[in-house]
């Protein structure tokens, strides 16, 4: 970015068009089969076959630090469950598909999973009882700043890969349903009190054993019970290193916000993010019916 820029934007300008435009999931894409997300602008939705959470963002806004302990923080302004989940072998590469991003919006992409009742799924799930374990940390989040600040972050990559990024399903995950948690922090505005923007996201998975060739070998299961992950509500504060930057000097490191990817997963690496996924057909979202899980077969309506 041009310096004259970077002291536009750190002078607090809202002249770019970049920093008008937020953003949402609007579809993921497991396996070449695309599951809808939840877009907050106003498209109806068949809540049936939607595994995006809904809010009602309808700015495709963010959650500022100030609101780091409230419910908002957890799947975004009053978000609330997704009735389907979408089918994912364990080992699996979720592609996630950002409606856009702006390039002035730099900063770290986060993913974290949190366990629902195996029976119920997580259709009616009590945000706020979620515990939450990283399981993405975009490391490192800060690419490159030469050959001046703010340099290239996972936000760039993620520009790069047509706004989607790839979440890894670690191979060992018991199988089960689990609320897919994925954000991006913008730091543009960081260096100013309460400036950092996070932009949560979450979408119902229903994890469930790979086949074949696809197989993991024996290793020790990945289970994420009570007490393993953390509430959203305590997993930042608003002095937290990595949300009071001021990206349009040299940082040398960065400090990504949270706690660490949980041991034995690796995120996927930066080089294999810039993949280009076009989906090949409609995926089944699952729904649970009377404590069973039930495959929905209706027109998907993306
Ligand atoms: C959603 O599923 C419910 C329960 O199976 C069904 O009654 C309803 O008609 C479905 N809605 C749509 C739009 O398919
Ligand atoms: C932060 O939370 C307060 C209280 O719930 C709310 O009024 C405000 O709109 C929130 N701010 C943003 C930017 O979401
Ligand atoms: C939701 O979970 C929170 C945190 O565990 C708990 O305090 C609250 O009572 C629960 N709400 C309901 C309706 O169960
Ligand atoms: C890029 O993303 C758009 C949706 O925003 C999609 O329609 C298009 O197929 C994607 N292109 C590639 C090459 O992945
Ligand atoms: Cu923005």
Not at 65 to 74: F, L, M, T
Not at 173 to 195: F, Q, T
Not at 207 to 212: D, I, K, M
Not at 267 to 290: K, M, Y
Request: charged residues 10%; neutral net charge.
């Amino acid at each position: 970015m041009p310096p004259i820029l970077a002291l536009l934007l750190a002078a607090g300008t809202s002249l770019l068009p970049s920093a008008l435009a937020h953003s949402h999931i609007n579809y993921l894409i497991i396996n070449g089969l695309l599951y809808p997300g939840f877009d907050p602008t106003g498209r109806t939705h068949n809540r049936n076959n939607t595994v995006g959470w809904s809010t009602t963002a309808a700015d495709d806004g963010f959650v500022p630090p100030s609101n780091y302990s409230s419910p908002d923080i957890i799947c975004h302004v009053n978000g609330a469950p997704a009735l389907a989940h979408a089918p994912v072998p364990q080992g699996a590469k979720i592609h996630l598909q950002w409606n856009g991003w702006p390039q002035s919006h730099h900063g770290p992409v986060l993913s974290y999973l949190a366990p629902c009742d195996s029976t119920t799924g997580c259709s009616t799930v009590n945000k706020t009882a979620l515990e939450w374990t990283k399981i993405d940390n975009s490391f490192p989040a800060l690419i490159d700043e030469t050959p001046s600040p703010p340099g290239d972050w996972a936000t760039d990559v993620l520009i790069a890969s047509n706004n989607s990024w790839q979440v890894g399903i670690p191979a060992n995950l018991a199988p089960g349903p689990y609320v897919l948690r994925h954000e991006i922090i913008a730091l543009h505005y960081a260096n100013r009190k309460d400036g950092a923007q996070n932009y949560p996201q979450c979408v119902n998975l229903w994890v469930h054993s790979a086949e074949g060739a696809a197989a993991a070998t024996p290793t020790k299961t990945l289970s994420l019970g009570a007490g393993v992950g953390t509430p959203a509500t305590r997993l930042y504060k608003a002095t937290d290193p990595g949300v009071t930057v001021d990206i349009y000097t040299k940082l040398g490191t960065y400090v990504i916000p949270g706690p660490t990817v949980v041991a034995g997963v690796t995120p996927v690496p930066l080089a294999q993010q810039r993949v280009s996924s076009v989906p090949t057909a409609d995926g089944t979202a699952l729904l649970v019916t009377a404590g069973k899980t039930v495959p929905f077969l209706g027109p998907t309506g993306r």
